[in-house]
């Protein structure tokens, strides 16, 4: 018989009243709670506020407004009220796409205008630097359009195929047959072809057909000159999917889906830049070959015999369309190399294509960090100061990333922060000169926000109290629509003045009764040594001490680089709660930023790289070390969980390290890193064609045999993600192996994250019972 006696419910004396908390109620997740603001935004006269909410526990989200006249804020019920002026807030008169079509908006007398309703869908609009012309995109091509006297020039001419293809491609066998037989077909195509001639002839009348073959046309965009127009022809290797099989359907029938495809170096894509000079009709590319460290291979590749000696080429890179300076005359641009080492920063001659490289930031692990393009394509931090000859950017060359400037003509490079702390998010105000920058300046786990001048580089804390701020400026920059959570508060949006520790105004109130009748515990924040001297953050979760039973639970978030051990409402809030169940259940319950983890730099972040189940693993024995040496804790009476990389980390404390955790659960768990993507799996462990020793020394199901402790995996069964294909191949390790100390939990309907609360509530039953079953004392 069990010590201590395990039920679903505990009572909580709170105000003089008893207060059930249940499995049942906290893995509803957020219609427990309460849903929280989301996508804050302001108008663009700066009267209202935007937001995504969701207080009824409806299906979906509504968008929301408020303003200073309002209690409570409203539904928005016509959605054209809401209008983006992004990228055009010194015009008075902007243009914008709704539904495929252009549109313009007044600020002085707050009208709508319909410029161009077309069936072909109108995107990506951009100004000139001619107030009166304006660029749009259509049908995979650029046009211009003079707002004045609103005449219309299309200015690229893109095309599929090549141009060959295109003059023979309409001759069938029967149309050639016709040429060949009779002069009268042969007559009329002559004509024809004159005309033809004649016409292309003309450049007046004539938009040059750029052939882009098979690949794939990508980041068009113009100069604001409208002088040239930049773009990016892709080719994407062929990818072999995998499969993921429903079971339950509302046909009776299974049904399988494509999902991603598996993580190898045949998957690289091949990217070119091109310009098209459209005075002089003329297309060239753009040459990286004398970018620094572009012919060189990664250090590993020195542990292979097969690799060392390999003949030099140019490293695949792929590139973002260039930012411009307000007067069009500067262009820069961010690359990065495909595996994943390096990241540039060049300033583009449009006139000859020539490329000039103002900064290189190489990692031997991988390139990554906030402001800081990674595995993704999409840009970092960049952009132009009011001068429109300095430019800003981020870098972790200090190993945080830091916000710096770079002037094009002296090429003087100023490092505007520094420290020990990471700059999380950058805004440059209207004026061009001051920043407006989050940080986790006085603590890793907050989100501060501070103003910057640019060339002061004096900050001013604005900010700064324990928690998240998120924050958006009034266009007028004299107000600040900030969302805020704390440790035990979740989120709620606020409105506050724009200066020095500002008093916050809350606007909504979303968490339920329910949720509030809970005493929720506001974890302490604790730091240890691991075994190489590093001090590592966690969350600490302690029980009463008469409730205490001395046995532990050790979560591993999940998704590697994520920070969870923060002073902010967390993303695990199900899991949040749970702890807080289990600690009144008398279990001290210990939350790891393990090696790998976000928010404590550069080292942090790599920590992993080549090795995934090393320092992210030790890390979670001196966890425990800590819990034994000074709480008072069971060695042998400590479990860990944990959920995607998290059952990941579970696996292989248990298969690699057997006998420092009694019990073990694994959700939706890595087994084997040859099956996971491409862009995370090789940014930390490269190829396993080229890098195979990383993949097999992190990868559980290598270690299947050292299973003696008790283990409980579960898995959605429709997990596009880390598919449960994962699960069953370490399962029929297991058995052929003969292992019996273990189990396995399907869900038939769940995916990666989970949706229904029955699921909810039966992973985590089977969670629960597991702990009590075998660290509780009998």
């Known amino acids: 018989m069990y010590k201590y006696i395990f039920s679903l419910f505990i009572l909580i004396g709170l105000n003089g009243i008893a207060q059930n908390l249940q499995l049942e109620q906290i893995m509803k997740g957020n219609e427990f709670i309460g849903n929280q603001p989301e996508n804050h935004r302001w108008s663009i006269d700066g009267s209202t506020i935007y937001f995504d909410w969701n207080p009824k526990n409806e299906p979906g989200s509504s968008t929301y407004y408020w303003n200073s006249s309002m209690k409570t804020p ?24 709704k539904s495929g079509n252009l549109y313009a908006y007044n600020r002085k007398n707050k009208s709508i205008k319909k410029v161009i309703v077309a069936t072909e869908r109108i995107y990506n609009v951009e100004r000139s630097s001619n107030p009166d012309i304006i660029f749009y995109q259509q049908s995979r091509n650029i046009f211009q359009l003079n707002v004045k006297d609103f005449s219309i020039i299309q200015l690229t001419n893109f095309k599929t195929g090549n141009e060959f293809e295109e003059k023979e491609k309409s001759k069938n066998y029967l149309e050639k047959q016709q040429s060949e037989l009779f002069q009268f077909v042969r007559d009329d195509e002559s004509k024809k072809n004159w005309f033809d001639e004649k016409y292309a002839n003309d450049k007046s009348n004539s938009i040059k057909e750029i052939y882009y073959g098979k690949s794939a046309l990508e980041q068009l965009k113009p100069s604001p000159d409208g002088k040239f127009v930049t773009f990016r022809l892709s080719d994407y290797e062929t990818q072999k999917p995998t499969k993921v ?34 005075e002089k009709d003329t297309v060239y590319y753009v040459s990286f070959s004398k970018l620094t ?9 020195q542990e292979y015999d097969n690799l060392k000696d390999k003949e030099k080429v140019e490293k695949a890179v792929v590139m973002v369309s260039p930012i411009y300076n307000k007067t069009g005359t500067k262009a820069v641009f961010e690359l990065r190399s495909q595996d994943n080492k390096d990241r540039w ?34 840009g970092g931090t960049l952009g132009f100061l009011k001068d429109n000859e300095t430019i800003y950017f981020q870098s972790e060359a200090t190993g945080f990333s830091h916000l710096y400037t770079l002037n094009l003509d002296s090429k003087k490079k100023v490092q505007l922060t520094s420290g020990n702390w990471e700059v999380r998010d950058v805004k440059l105000s209207q004026d061009l000169k001051t920043f407006y920058i989050t940080t986790n300046t006085n603590h890793p786990g907050n989100r501060e926000f ?24 009034s266009p007028n920059e004299k107000q600040l629509l900030v969302r805020y959570s704390y440790k035990n508060k979740p989120w709620e949006l606020y409105v506050a003045d724009n200066k020095p520790n500002p008093t916050l105004k809350q606007i909504t109130q979303s968490t339920t009764k329910e949720f509030e009748a809970y005493q929720w515990k506001s974890p302490n924040v604790i730091t240890f040594k691991a075994e190489d001297g590093k001090s590592v953050y966690a969350r600490l979760y302690e029980p009463k001490v008469d409730a205490k039973n001395n046995a532990a639970i050790i979560f591993v978030h999940g998704a590697g680089y994520l920070q969870n051990a923060h002073n902010y409402w967390s993303s695990y809030h199900r899991e949040f709660m749970f702890h807080n169940m289990l600690s009144d259940l ?32 030790s890390d979670q024995l001196d966890g425990k070390k800590y819990l034994v040496e000074n709480l008072g804790i069971d ?41 996971y993507n491409q862009g995370y799996t090789a940014n930390i462990l490269n190829f396993p064609e080229t890098d195979s020793i990383a993949y097999k020394r992190s990868s559980p199901i290598y270690f299947a045999e050292n299973l003696q402790d008790k283990l409980l995996m579960l898995h959605g069964m429709v997990d596009d993600n880390v598919q449960f294909q994962d699960v069953v191949r370490l399962s029929q390790r297991f058995i052929e192996l003969g292992k019996k100390d273990w189990d396995l939990a399907v ?19 089977r969670i629960l019972d597991l702990f009590n079953e075998n660290l509780l004392e009998k």
């Open 345 to 378: 920063i060049v300033e583009l001659n449009l006139k000859s294509g020539a490329i000039t490289e103002l900064d290189h930031q190489h990692d031997e692990a991988w390139i990554g960090g906030p402001g800081i393009p990674n595995y993704n394509y999409g």
């Open 747 to 765: 869900f038939p309907v769940e995916a990666h994250g989970f949706k229904e609360t029955y699921s909810w509530i039966d992973e985590y039953r």
């Open 245 to 278: 099989e429903h079971f339950i359907t509302d046909d009776g029938y299974t049904s399988n889906k494509t999902a991603r495809s598996k993580v190898s170096i045949d998957n690289l894509s091949k990217h070119k830049m091109g310009i098209y000079n459209i």
């Open 635 to 675: 060695a042998n009476r400590v479990g860990i969980y944990g959920g995607s990389y998290g059952g990941f980390i579970t696996l292989m404390a248990l298969l690699t390290e057997p006998g420092e955790f009694k019990a073990g659960a694994a959700l939706r768990s890595v087994t084997d890193w040859a099956h």
């Open 74 to 97: 409203q539904v928005l019920e016509d959605s054209d009220q809401e209008i983006d002026d992004s990228n055009q807030k010194e015009y008075e008169i902007f243009y914008y796409t």
């Open 293 to 301: 460290g572009i012919m060189d291979y990664p250090a590993y590749y």
């Open 586 to 617: 008398g279990y001290t319950v210990l939350d790891i930023d393990y090696r790998g983890s976000d928010g404590y730099g550069r080292d942090v972040r790599t920590g992993i790289y080549r090795h995934m189940g090393g320092l992210d693993l």
């Open 450 to 473: 501070y103003k910057l001048d640019s060339e002061t580089k004096k900050i001013t804390p604005i900010l700064t109290n324990d928690g998240a701020y998120e924050v958006e400026l």
